[in-house]
């Protein structure tokens, strides 16, 4: 189904949330990362900022800063109801305390993006393009992220998981993929098949907890490999 921003709830999260989902030390911020599905986040402004190298993609980025401000609006408070209709689905921390701390952190975000839109894309450091298929070279990445984009949204099958995780894997040494769960906090119906495809392509395959919870029950992610180094 072709993207149309009018179907998206345009939603970013913060660098440190970045961190902590994806377990990310020194080693793996001084790699060259691809952001897969990063829409609105602001881990590549402030990786940026701290000097390193990183690309994001996703089909958002064929808009317009005005464009995705206003779809921003249009969401912001929908979403909002939304968990506190639905605040026993999340972890309240310090970090997110409340439904109000929630909203001024992905604000914080998504304003940090947009404003950095325009000079990121003209760095190349934005990119409209869209999985299954990724426009890069074989090995371009060391580490390619992907943030609650697959798994979460079951609607978009197995066949569709497969081959964006194949694509991932084509254009990056090391994929990290968070969370695991679909949106009503099931286990991904395709967890399993996604490692079987991988591992038939040589590649190794963990389910490893991280240090972040906030959908509840959502604090482990998979770490695929390429075990030949490109
Ligand atoms: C829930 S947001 C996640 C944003 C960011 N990764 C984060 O965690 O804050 C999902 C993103 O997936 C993007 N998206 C939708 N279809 C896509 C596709 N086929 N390939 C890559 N990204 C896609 C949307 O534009 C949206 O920005």
Same mark, same amino acid.
């Given at each position: 189904m072709p993207f149309e921003l009018n179907r998206v709830v345009p939603w970013g999260r913060s660098y440190d949330e970045y961190v902590r989902m =994806?377990?990310?030390?020194?080693?793996? /911020?001084?790699?060259?990362i691809l952001g897969c599905a990063d829409g609105p986040a602001a881990f590549n402004v402030e990786l940026t900022h701290r000097g390193g190298q990183i690309m994001s993609c996703d089909p958002l980025y064929g808009y317009s800063p005005t464009e995705i401000q206003a779809r921003i609006d249009e969401c912001f408070e929908l979403v909002l109801r939304q968990t506190r209709n639905n605040a026993d689905g999340f972890v309240w921390s310090e970090t997110i305390p409340s439904v109000e701390a929630l909203g001024e952190i992905r604000r914080q975000a998504m304003d940090a993006f947009l404003k950095d839109l325009p000079i990121g894309r003209s760095a190349g450091r934005y990119v409209a393009a869209e999985l #299954?298929?990724? #426009?890069?070279?074989?090995? !371009? =990445?060391? %580490? !390619? /992220?992907?943030?609650?984009?697959?798994f979460p949204y079951d609607t978009l099958g197995l066949?569709?998981?497969?081959?964006?995780?194949?694509?991932? /894997?084509?254009?990056?040494?090391?994929?990290?993929? =968070?969370p695991l769960l679909t949106l009503d906090r099931r286990l991904s119906p395709y967890l399993n098949q996604v490692v079987q495809m991988a591992e038939s392509i040589g590649c190794t395959a963990d389910v490893v907890p991280?240090?972040?919870?906030?959908?509840?029950?959502?604090?482990?992610?998979?770490? %695929?490999r390429n075990v030949v180094a490109r």
């Open positions: =994806f377990d990310l030390r020194d080693e793996q /911020l001084g790699q060259r #299954p298929d990724l #426009p890069f070279r074989d090995g !371009a =990445f060391d %580490l !390619a /992220l992907c943030s609650h984009f697959l066949d569709f998981h497969r081959q964006s995780v194949a694509s991932l /894997l084509r254009v990056a040494q090391e994929v990290r993929i =968070f991280t240090n972040y919870e906030f959908q509840r029950g959502a604090n482990r992610m998979l770490v %695929l």
